[in-house]
């Protein structure tokens, strides 16, 4: 062997050399990587915006990949638990799914009955009811007699929602007064309050709802539940 061949030989084993130590120092960075990073864990995002107080499925998350260690505690793994769950706020599209984001939803509870009436969109929802919150429900008649004056009357006294519908445009003609849009609003009430529910909407000029503060429990006092124009006087 001259010293030519001896030269690329030596030269060869330097290749080898260089190479596997930046193989090493390869396997150095990846294993330093993953000793910060950690296994990855399935976790879920909205493929869309999510409006608030909607009814939660499957269909409406991805499936992704993240490092366990910079998943939060809150954060979903299981799409099996979102039977019967609601949004509890606006979800946008991308955000990763978070157990604090849903509730149960409201359900019936022992002799409650669900009833549900349409009301004026404009006028009666302004849309700031969803499910779980409490309404008085506030329907107006006219006067028996000519003579007699209309009146007001709060017909239930924390009515308590279940479920929003989707607004709706109303068939119209030219001799029926009334909103041209309404929601449908599920109530869950006891045996006399759907009564009188069911006989507002069918008598009643109009029905109406009244948002009540988070946390109040007491109703309205009989004077304040009838209301005339004649009683300010």
């Not at 409006?51 to 799409?79: C, H, M, N």
């Not at 009515?159 to 001799?175: C, F, Q």
């Not at 007064?177 to 909407?201: C, H, M, S």
């Amino acid at each position: 062997m001259n010293s030519r061949q001896r030269r690329g030989v030596i030269l060869l084993l330097l290749s080898v050399l260089c190479a596997l130590a930046a193989f090493g120092g390869v396997l150095v960075v990846i294993g330093d990587v993953n000793s910060k990073v950690g296994s990855e864990v399935v976790a879920y995002r909205a493929k869309a915006d999510i409006a608030p107080y909607s009814p939660l499925s499957a269909g409406q998350f991805e499936e992704i990949s993240i490092p366990r260690r910079w998943l939060s505690e809150t954060a979903v793994t299981d799409l099996g638990g979102l039977k019967d769950k609601i949004a509890l706020t606006t979800l946008k599209k991308g955000s990763l799914l978070q157990t604090d984001m849903y509730v149960d939803k409201p359900q019936l509870q022992p002799g409650e009955q669900e009833i549900a009436i349409m009301i004026d969109a404009a006028t009666g929802v302004a849309g700031k009811i969803h499910s779980g919150a409490k309404v008085n429900i506030i329907a107006t008649f006219k006067g028996a007699k000519e003579s007699d004056p209309s009146r007001s009357v709060i017909i239930v006294a924390n009515a308590r929602v279940i479920n929003v519908g989707k607004l709706t445009a109303l068939d119209k003609d030219s001799d029926r007064k009334g909103p041209a849009e309404a929601v449908p609003i599920t109530f869950a009430l006891n045996t006399k309050d759907t009564q009188r529910v069911a006989y507002a909407e069918s008598f009643a000029e109009h029905v109406r709802l009244a948002l009540v503060a988070p946390g109040t429990d007491s109703a309205p006092s009989a004077a304040d539940r009838s209301y005339t124009l004649d009683g300010d006087k």
